[in-house]
């Protein structure tokens, strides 16, 4: 069994499948022979001299034809900067559809146009740069072939104008911005359309539908004339300055103010190897997390927006599946202080990339909570054509500690660590993906039953999704810098879909899918078991609507309140049944006005039955005003002492983007299960490229009686030196 499953995961991957798919796409960049203006009007001499990529394929709403908005597009560089430039006609006069100006835009919701580059060429990590049709830029890291990360902000220039047939963009991305192995003349390249009025996805190289634009196994080649520039000497220190005050008014503390420095520094190591250092960051800018109703066993998981974790942060955050992750940077400076830190991240070569980070947080003398110390390390080597193999250490250590020293104080751990590897499978033509991996922790006291294993494989064409994953997770398995909300347990996952593809009328696509999550004690005892079927059909006018219904099991291992509000707790033991159905529906994208709705209705813990109701509305004064609301409800009938419980969460934001350098947004979320109403209001000046000021205005209150919980104001200016 054990070799039959290794030749699963390895025949997909396997040398003979080594060429690229795409490689007879080929656009040739020479050098620039004059300047080149960044000012949306492709009249520059440069341009004329350039090589053009035209005929654009569709990927939807078909992948069969030729694209039926017209694209063109030019690459030049000089010895700082690589330029594009890309022309795109429209079949209306100054008809466009955007959200906002506001930076790294829901893709799906505008018009835009995308430049994905695979500086290494290996198909499986590079950069995304573009634009929406008012101007709005879009940056972001590609990882794993097909994976994106727009939290990664860096320094580049580009502009957009309009004229009657068509809207121009042209920038410059300096070499010191991204990431390249020095003398490697032929990097990989795809460039994106989206005009979501007529509707149309279009890509240069083409790419079958199931798949998304930022696929690095679907690039096409871009020649140099020569090897790209040394970026030379790259060294950028981002300090910071910060004052404001907080106040809180539930404990009747007096108010504090802040005034704090601090900086971080980007070393360009080598064109593919960077590292970061920061000295008493700042994360006060960083916008507040949208809050949900909590109805859920386990802990919840949001994700980081920390600028400093980001770059390269798929070495690191990747590693793992969504519940079982032996690193999450949320743990490091949760509630205290980070005083310094360094990260070593990018490519060695072609085949290997490396990830070190060393952390230090301050100790807090109240709780008695030690000074720790976060390290982790990362190696990747890609195997055959797109696979790769992982390894990651991690260890968190408590500095100079003695619980003995701190009586009537809590007792933190002296140290925990982690040690794990994974095989990560993607086939030439992303058919076959998958992971296997193995992972132990090490903990005082704690050396048995320590150990997670999980495996997954799934197959993806344009009408079948099939997938297996399973998993399991060690009694004592422990990572408190991870993400693993659940141990103790094995569980099985199969997924099985279909779509069907209309020849005519107004359905793209349709069809089913089942899945089912399995979850059982060591000695295959199920202690859980959600089963969904669903069918959900896909509008040509990008509209969707979907129906499901579910079958659920649950036998408590641990009591457990259904409604999180201390009423009281269902016993250890105890079994719970009940189906579930529901319906979603989305409108089109390229109207002024959307909304999404969705509903459920079934039973719930101890007999009882819930009801829950969403929706998102959303209206936009385009390009400089953006209003949405989202608003769920959940109405639960339960036996005592629970009775009846009403939840309302309501969530109103007002985005004003006055230009793409200056933003205003506010966003008020009212949460009654915890009795709260926040207060967020952030203003957003980017003067320079990267560099910018920041006015936060945070208030928490009760709903009833109205009254003021806490309160913070801060001023943050910071500026990116090279």
Same mark, same amino acid.
């Given at each position: 069994?054990?070799?039959?499953?290794?030749?699963?995961?390895?025949?997909?991957?396997?040398?003979?499948f080594?060429?690229?798919?795409?490689?007879?796409?080929?656009?040739?960049?020479a050098?620039?022979?004059?300047?080149?203006?960044?000012?949306?009007?492709?009249?520059?001499?440069?341009w004329?001299?350039?090589?053009?990529?035209k005929?654009?394929?569709?990927?939807?709403?078909?992948?069969?034809?030729?694209?039926?908005?017209?694209?063109?597009?030019?690459?030049?560089?000089?010895?700082q900067?690589?330029?594009?430039?890309?022309?795109?006609?429209?079949?209306?006069?100054?008809?466009?559809?955007?959200?906002?100006?506001?930076?790294?835009?829901?893709?799906?919701?505008?018009?835009?146009?995308?430049?994905?580059?695979?500086?290494?060429?290996?198909?499986?990590?590079?950069f995304?740069?573009?634009? @929406?049709?008012?101007?709005?830029?879009w940056?972001?890291? &590609?990882?794993?072939?097909?994976?994106?990360?727009?939290s990664?902000?860096?320094?580049?220039?580009s502009?957009?104008?309009?004229?009657?047939?068509?809207?121009?963009?042209?920038?410059?991305?300096?070499?010191?911005?991204?990431?390249?192995?020095?003398?490697?003349?032929?990097?990989?390249i795809?460039f994106s359309?989206?005009? &979501?009025?007529?509707?149309?996805?279009?890509?240069?190289?083409k790419?079958?539908?199931?798949?998304?634009?930022?696929?690095?196994?679907?690039?096409?080649?871009?020649?140099?004339?020569?090897?790209p520039p040394?970026?030379?000497t790259?060294?950028?220190?981002?300090?910071?300055?910060?004052?404001?005050?907080?106040?809180?008014?539930?404990n009747?503390?007096?108010?504090?103010?802040?005034k704090?420095?601090?900086?971080?520094?980007?070393?360009?190591?080598?064109?593919s190897?960077n590292?970061?250092?920061?000295?008493?960051?700042?994360?006060?800018?960083?916008?507040?997390?949208?809050?949900?109703?909590?109805?859920?066993?386990?802990?919840?998981?949001?994700?980081?927006?920390?600028?400093?974790?980001?770059?390269?942060?798929?070495?690191?955050?990747?590693?793992?599946?969504?519940?079982?992750?032996?690193?999450?940077?949320?743990?490091?400076?949760?509630?205290?202080?980070?005083?310094f830190?360094?990260?070593?991240?990018?490519?060695?070569?072609?085949?290997?990339?490396?990830?070190?980070?060393?952390m230090?947080?301050?100790? &807090?003398?109240?709780?008695?909570?030690?000074?720790?110390?976060?390290?982790?390390?990362?190696?990747?080597? /890609?195997?055959?054509?797109?696979?790769?193999?992982?390894?990651?250490?991690?260890?968190?250590?408590s500095?100079?500690?003695t619980?003995?020293?701190h009586?009537?104080?809590?007792?933190?751990?002296?140290?925990?660590?982690?040690?794990g590897?994974?095989?990560n499978?993607?086939?030439?033509?992303?058919l076959?993906?998958?992971?296997?991996?193995?992972?132990?922790?090490?903990?005082?006291?704690?050396?048995?039953?320590?150990?997670?294993?999980?495996a997954?494989?799934?197959?993806?064409s344009?009408?079948?999704?099939?997938?297996?994953?399973?998993?399991?997770?060690?009694?004592?398995?422990?990572?408190?810098?991870?993400?693993?909300?659940?141990?103790?347990?094995?569980?099985?996952?199969?997924?099985?879909?279909?779509?069907?593809?209309?020849?005519?009328g107004?359905?793209?696509?349709h069809?089913?899918?089942?899945?089912?999550s399995?979850?059982?004690?060591?000695?295959?005892?199920?202690?859980?078991?959600?089963?969904?079927?669903?069918?959900?059909?896909?509008? /040509?006018?990008q509209s969707?609507?979907?129906?499901?219904?579910?079958? @659920?099991?649950?036998?408590?291992?641990?009591?457990?309140?259904?409604?999180?509000?201390?009423?009281?707790?269902?016993?250890?033991?105890?079994?719970?049944?009940?189906?579930?159905?529901?319906?979603?529906?989305?409108?089109?994208?390229?109207?002024?006005?959307?909304?999404?709705?969705?509903?459920?209705?079934?039973?719930?813990f101890?007999?009882?039955?819930?009801? @829950?109701?969403?929706?998102?509305l959303?209206?936009?004064?385009?390009?400089?005003?953006?209003i949405?609301?989202?608003?769920?409800?959940?109405?639960?009938?339960l036996?005592?002492?629970?009775?009846?419980?009403?939840?309302?969460?309501?969530?109103?934001?007002?985005d004003?983007?006055?230009?793409?350098?200056l933003?205003?947004?506010?966003?008020?979320?009212?949460n009654?299960?915890?009795?709260?109403?926040?207060?967020?209001?952030?203003?957003?000046?980017?003067?320079?490229?990267?560099?910018?000021?920041?006015?936060v205005?945070?208030?928490?209150?009760?709903?009833?009686?109205?009254?003021v919980?806490?309160?913070?104001?801060?001023?943050?200016?910071?500026?990116?030196?090279?």
């Amino acid at each position: 069994m054990r070799y039959f499953l290794l030749l699963i995961f390895l025949i997909p991957g396997s040398p003979i499948f080594a060429q690229k798919i795409n490689s007879a796409y080929q656009l040739r960049i020479a050098k620039s022979k004059s300047a080149i203006r960044i000012d949306g009007n492709t009249d520059d001499a440069a341009w004329a001299d350039a090589e053009p990529a035209k005929d654009f394929y569709m990927v939807s709403p078909m992948d069969t034809s030729y694209a039926k908005v017209l694209t063109e597009v030019r690459m030049t560089y000089d010895d700082q900067n690589l330029y594009i430039s890309a022309i795109c006609y429209q079949p209306k006069a100054k008809s466009y559809a955007v959200e906002s100006l506001r930076r790294d835009f829901a893709y799906t919701k505008n018009d835009n146009f995308l430049l994905i580059v695979d500086p290494f060429d290996d198909q499986t990590n590079g950069f995304t740069f573009g634009v @929406n049709a008012a101007g709005a830029q879009w940056d972001g890291l &590609i990882f794993n072939s097909n994976g994106y990360d727009l939290s990664w902000d860096n320094k580049w220039y580009s502009e957009v104008k309009h004229y009657e047939d068509r809207w121009v963009f042209e920038a410059a991305i300096p070499f010191k911005s991204i990431r390249y192995k020095k003398g490697i003349k032929t990097w990989g390249i795809n460039f994106s359309r989206l005009d &979501i009025k007529v509707p149309e996805k279009s890509a240069w190289a083409k790419i079958p539908r199931q798949f998304n634009v930022a696929s690095l196994a679907y690039t096409g080649n871009l020649l140099w004339d020569q090897a790209p520039p040394d970026a030379g000497t790259n060294v950028s220190v981002i300090p910071y300055v910060l004052g404001g005050f907080t106040k809180d008014y539930d404990n009747n503390v007096s108010t504090k103010f802040k005034k704090e420095i601090g900086a971080d520094a980007k070393i360009g190591i080598t064109s593919s190897l960077n590292l970061d250092l920061t000295v008493n960051p700042d994360f006060s800018q960083i916008e507040v997390d949208k809050q949900v109703t909590n109805l859920d066993r386990f802990e919840l998981f949001f994700p980081e927006r920390r600028q400093f974790f980001l770059e390269n942060a798929d070495l690191f955050a990747n590693f793992g599946y969504s519940t079982i992750r032996p690193f999450f940077s949320r743990r490091i400076g949760l509630g205290v202080p980070i005083e310094f830190g360094a990260r070593l991240s990018g490519s060695l070569d072609k085949h290997w990339r490396i990830g070190a980070m060393d952390m230090q947080t301050k100790s &807090i003398g109240k709780t008695g909570l030690p000074a720790q110390n976060f390290a982790v390390l990362a190696l990747q080597r /890609r195997v055959f054509s797109r696979s790769n193999i992982r390894f990651m250490f991690v260890n968190k250590q408590s500095v100079n500690y003695t619980p003995a020293d701190h009586p009537g104080k809590p007792v933190f751990s002296l140290f925990n660590r982690n040690v794990g590897v994974e095989y990560n499978l993607v086939s030439k033509n992303n058919l076959w993906v998958g992971k296997t991996m193995m992972l132990k922790s090490f903990s005082p006291q704690k050396n048995s039953d320590d150990l997670v294993h999980a495996a997954n494989l799934q197959y993806t064409s344009k009408k079948w999704v099939l997938s297996w994953q399973h998993e399991v997770v060690g009694q004592n398995y422990n990572a408190e810098v991870g993400y693993v909300p659940r141990t103790d347990f094995v569980r099985l996952n199969p997924k099985a879909g279909y779509l069907f593809f209309p020849k005519g009328g107004k359905i793209l696509n349709h069809g089913p899918v089942l899945n089912s999550s399995y979850y059982f004690t060591k000695s295959f005892n199920n202690t859980d078991h959600e089963t969904t079927l669903s069918y959900k059909l896909t509008h /040509r006018n990008q509209s969707t609507f979907e129906a499901w219904a579910s079958d @659920n099991y649950i036998r408590l291992l641990k009591s457990f309140d259904p409604v999180n509000t201390g009423k009281g707790s269902l016993g250890v033991g105890s079994e719970h049944f009940w189906t579930t159905w529901g319906l979603t529906y989305a409108s089109k994208p390229q109207k002024e006005y959307t909304y999404n709705f969705s509903g459920q209705y079934g039973g719930y813990f101890a007999d009882g039955t819930r009801l @829950n109701m969403a929706a998102d509305l959303g209206y936009r004064f385009q390009p400089y005003v953006n209003i949405a609301l989202s608003t769920s409800y959940n109405h639960i009938v339960l036996p005592q002492p629970w009775g009846t419980t009403n939840f309302w969460l309501v969530g109103p934001r007002t985005d004003f983007t006055f230009s793409n350098k200056l933003f205003f947004t506010t966003f008020v979320q009212y949460n009654n299960q915890q009795k709260n109403i926040n207060l967020n209001t952030r203003f957003q000046w980017r003067y320079k490229p990267a560099s910018d000021l920041f006015l936060v205005f945070t208030d928490n209150y009760y709903p009833s009686p109205f009254a003021v919980r806490n309160r913070a104001l801060v001023l943050k200016f910071t500026y990116w030196w090279n």
